[in-house]
């Protein structure tokens, strides 16, 4: 099927696709590639990843962008729409989204590469076609508990309903009985704008699990009230400038992989970001690079391994390593990456 007409059964995504990304173009050759995101700031780092990495990779694809809503019913009926045609589907970041598709990819035998997904429970016998490409929730949490015992207190945890951040933030209750959680809220971002929870005197860590949005509208609610707490947020927020809302002297940070080297594949990492921030006009964030990653290592085995054999694009995926700013990394046999380190990267 050529890309217009699956884009066309697909839908219009909610979102306006730049003229760079070429996607569409019934003219191009290479291998068929669904990118699956929801409107907002990481579907166009998604896109500005996959015009750079097919562009340093001198490689060409079809590319088609469905849009996914951050519903996982939707997120369903567009992954059994794209299987038939598609030769990879990349994308699909929140935990809600890419569960029920990785599973309809797996049955139909479709490459799916998650760059910004970290559930837990991605890959296994029910996703058998999902390669993860981050880090993940259980790691995630050790890093946000060790920060919370190092600020010496009890916490309050604040997760975002309908998001990762609710696993999330139960999970870390759990995790934090050895000091003691104060209180464990689970709200939507308008309930968090509405009426935000207090950490309290007797808190000495602030998490917030969630998007960036989530984290935001908590800091905004904190304004003005001094850093009392430590301030620990989920990986979402990182890349974003919560500068004018954080409090003077605030101290805390961002769960984020750690970074360990200025390169990525061939690339020089710092001024690859530049390259995307041209063709977007702002920074790109949190997931740009293991997008990047996902499509060069995708085109990369469709190219080693022929065109008509999935088996041996996963097994070139499987057998590779890339450096990359947060390790040398690799995929283990079920799909999920290995190689990085989570840390708490502090605010800028």
Not at 85 to 90: G, K, L, P, S, Y
Not at 195 to 214: D, M, N, T
Not at 315 to 325: D, G, H, I, M
């Amino acid at each position: 099927m050529s890309p217009s007409e699956l884009g066309r059964r697909l839908g219009a995504p909610g979102f306006g696709l730049p003229a760079w990304l070429g996607a569409g173009d019934d003219s191009t050759t290479g291998p068929l590639i669904v990118l699956a995101e929801s409107a907002g700031t990481n579907v166009m780092d998604l896109m500005a990843a996959c015009r750079l990495a097919l562009d340093d990779a001198g490689r060409s694809a079809r590319l088609v962008v469905g849009d996914d809503r951050r519903d996982p019913e939707r997120a369903a009926a567009l992954a059994a729409a794209a299987a038939p045609w598609a030769d990879c589907c990349i994308g699909h970041f929140g935990s809600r989204t890419a569960r029920p598709a990785s599973r309809i990819y797996g049955e139909r035998g479709v490459p799916f590469l998650a760059p910004g997904c970290s559930a837990d429970d991605l890959c296994g016998p029910h996703a058998p076609t999902t390669l993860q490409l981050f880090g993940r929730d259980a790691e995630q949490r050790a890093c946000l508990a060790d920060a919370a015992r190092a600020a010496g207190g009890s916490a309050v945890i604040v997760g975002q309903t309908g998001n990762y951040g609710a696993d999330l933030a139960q999970g870390l209750a759990a995790d934090l009985k050895d000091i003691g959680v104060l209180a464990c809220s689970l709200l939507s971002l308008d309930e968090l704008e509405r009426k935000p929870p207090s950490p309290g005197a007797g808190a000495r860590a602030l998490i917030l699990c969630g998007s960036k949005e989530f984290a935001r509208a908590g800091l905004a609610a904190l304004a003005g009230r001094g850093p009392q707490a430590a301030l620990l947020l989920s990986d979402d927020s990182f890349g974003a400038d919560f500068s004018p809302l954080l409090p003077v002297g605030a101290r805390g940070g961002v769960a984020f992989l750690r970074e360990t080297s200025a390169t990525l594949l061939d690339q020089d990492a710092d001024r690859l970001r530049r390259r995307a921030q041209r063709m977007l006009g702002t920074a790109p964030g949190a997931y740009f690079e293991t997008s990047y990653l996902a499509v060069r290592a995708f085109v990369e085995a469709w190219a080693r391994a022929g065109p008509a054999d999935r088996a041996g694009w996963r097994e070139s995926l499987l057998s590779q390593r890339w450096p990359t700013p947060f390790g040398e990394l690799s995929l283990s046999p079920e799909g999920r990456l290995r190689g990085h380190v989570w840390a708490l990267r502090p605010f800028p």
